[in-house]
């Protein structure tokens, strides 16, 4: 079975940080350009980052640069991302997606070309 699966979600005050990870079961990642996605209550979802296969690229919403991070270990089939500096309009669930075939120009924007998703991890940051 093929699968995604995102943890390291939890309730964090202003400031805070957190590591988000993507396991992939039943597949190679390292075939797969890899998004990062998050849906707050009410809004649509949107594109946080993206990384390459080759890790060579990566893609960040302008919201996020500076404060997040992807990175991949692919010998651990998973990807991660970093959260720091965490603002209460991060508050989100966090979605992690693989894409066999994509531009990645289109990384973040085009969340329709994505392959496989994983069911979310929930970022609450409060005080």
């Known amino acids: 079975q093929l699968q995604l699966v995102e943890s390291g979600g939890g309730l964090v005050q202003p400031g805070g940080s957190l590591r988000l990870s993507c396991a992939a079961s039943g597949f190679s990642l390292d075939s797969y350009t890899i998004g990062w996605f998050r849906q707050a209550p009410g809004k649509e979802r949107e594109g946080v980052a993206c990384?390459?296969?080759?890790?060579?690229?990566?893609n960040y919403a302008d919201s996020v640069k500076g404060r997040f991070t992807i990175s991949r270990d692919n010998a651990k089939n998973t990807v991660y991302l970093q959260v720091n500096s965490l603002k209460p309009e991060d508050t989100a669930v966090y979605y992690c997606a693989a894409a066999d075939l994509i531009l990645f120009s289109l990384c973040l924007s085009h969340d329709s070309l994505y392959d496989y998703w994983g069911q979310g991890t929930q970022v609450t940051v409060s005080s």
């Open positions: 990384i390459s296969r080759d890790s060579d690229n990566t």
